[in-house]
């Protein structure tokens, strides 16, 4: 039986959780080959990609993009399109089709993007790749997000090379006047050049060369080099990108936690940005009371806050669920697909927070909330703390109503 594509632990098997995030994560490619040819479609048929490319095409022609070889075949040149006749005929020349951000236009894999986050908690997107036989579809280049490749009709090709830049940073906090933000990963002190029209002297030998067939994934950490290409017949596969949250991210919020405490950060530099040996001595002294300052839990919760409030629900039915009337303790409840939630605390009161709506109760709920936050599945009878069998089933139909579960069944 095909495991289900949609939880990262189905998607890396046989290699477990475990394995993946001590072995691989950010430092190895991997590979999973299947002998399954049908282990993706419950995510996207071939005959579903007429329709999601001509729905992104109509919505958005920003979304849809043909994407030929250059001349040197060191880059990819965008093939201009004003209606879909002419992405299928720059198909047909040569050129590869990619849908942007398709888990806006296709609920599958919308849904895989959102089960990603709840297992990773920062944000997942996925682009869609067809490309015809004997192309090129990705020149030798780096990506600043990890990928996973979905490999879903024929077969493509990779080379994949270790790092110039380990672990390269996708964004850098910008500052008020600078507007060029995309720019900023090659400033601070970051990589001089474009991440592409990489020679041959500089990236070395491959560390794999693969073939990927239907079915199999594959697994690049940002920063290590690869290409990629068809031979004798087309493939399409889907990128899905895991756009991390950095230390970076965490220190930046605390700092400024710790500026809107302290009114010493929110002075004015003095005029001409020299490094004086006054302005040494105060950005030391700075530098110092952050350290004393920084607070990892209030950070961490405000980052976690921000996250799950920017996630709007996927589109899951909850308009049309199930009626919360008559369930009992045996109700076997789920949290409702595509929703992200989490447990918060707001002076005195306890509750489960997400970006539709949130669920505030007294601080004796507190046991039973952070269960509920954290359990995918359970029964309602289940749920813990010292509350009453009538307030766990009040409770059951009030995370119902709001539509952050669903029924999944009834347990005997």
Request: glycine letters at 8%; charged letters at 20%; proline letters at 5%.
């Given at each position: 039986m095909s495991l289900s594509p949609?939880?990262?632990?189905?998607?890396?098997?046989?290699?477990?959780?475990?394995?993946?995030?001590?072995?691989?994560?950010e430092e190895a490619p991997l590979v999973v080959s299947h002998d399954e040819p049908g282990r993706y479609r419950a995510l996207l048929e071939i005959s579903d990609i007429d329709f999601i490319l001509s729905s992104a095409f109509t919505a958005d022609k920003t979304a849809v993009e043909a994407l030929g070889a250059s001349e040197d075949k060191k880059s990819l040149k965008e093939v201009s399109a004003t209606q879909v006749s002419e992405l299928y005929d720059a198909y047909h020349r040569g050129s590869t089709v990619r849908v942007n951000r398709v888990h806006h236009n296709w609920k599958p894999i919308g849904e895989l993007c959102r089960s990603l986050e709840q297992s990773f908690k920062f944000p997942v997107r996925a682009n869609l790749y067809c490309t015809p036989a004997s192309a090129s579809t990705s020149p030798r280049h780096y990506d600043t997000h990890d990928v996973l490749v979905l490999q879903i009709s024929g077969r493509k090709s990779w080379r994949i090379f270790k790092p110039l830049v380990p672990l390269p940073l996708e964004t850098v906090p910008p500052l008020?006047?600078?507007?060029?933000?995309?720019?900023?990963?090659?400033?601070?002190?970051?990589?001089?050049k474009a991440r592409a029209n990489i020679d041959d002297d500089e990236c070395?030998?491959?560390l794999k060369e693969l073939t990927l067939t239907t079915g199999d994934?594959?697994?690049i950490p940002r920063g290590f080099l690869h290409e990629a290409w068809t031979t004798d017949e087309p493939s399409t596969h889907i990128t899905v990108g895991l756009h991390v949250v950095r230390w970076l991210d965490l220190l930046s919020v605390a700092l400024a936690q710790v500026s809107n405490r302290d009114v010493r950060f929110r002075q004015a530099l003095p005029t001409g940005l020299d490094a004086r040996d006054d302005l040494?001595?105060?950005?030391?002294?700075l530098a110092d009371v952050f350290a004393q300052q920084a607070n990892l839990r209030d950070a961490t919760?405000?980052?976690?806050?921000s996250f799950v409030q920017s996630r709007q629900a996927v589109g899951d039915g909850t308009l049309a669920g199930s009626s919360a009337a008559d369930i009992d303790g045996n109700t076997l409840l789920e949290h409702r697909p595509g929703l992200l939630f989490r447990f918060a605390?707001?002076?005195?009161?306890?509750?489960?927070?997400?970006?539709?709506s949130a669920l505030w109760m007294p601080p004796g709920f507190d046991e039973a909330l952070r269960f509920i936050a954290k359990t995918r599945e359970f029964r309602a009878g289940d749920i813990p703390g010292a509350i009453?069998?009538?307030?766990?089933?009040?409770?059951?139909?009030?995370?119902?109503?709001?539509?952050?579960?669903r029924i999944a069944g009834t347990v005997g």
């Open positions: 949609f939880h990262l632990e189905s998607l890396l098997a046989p290699v477990t959780l475990n394995e993946f995030f001590s072995d691989y994560w008020p006047f600078e507007e060029r933000t995309s720019m900023l990963k090659y400033a601070r002190g970051g990589p001089r070395g030998e491959p994934l594959l697994y040494k001595e105060l950005f030391s002294s919760e405000e980052l976690a806050s605390q707001n002076g005195g009161a306890v509750g489960i927070v997400s970006a539709h009453t069998n009538n307030s766990k089933l009040s409770l059951a139909r009030r995370l119902i109503q709001d539509g952050f579960m």
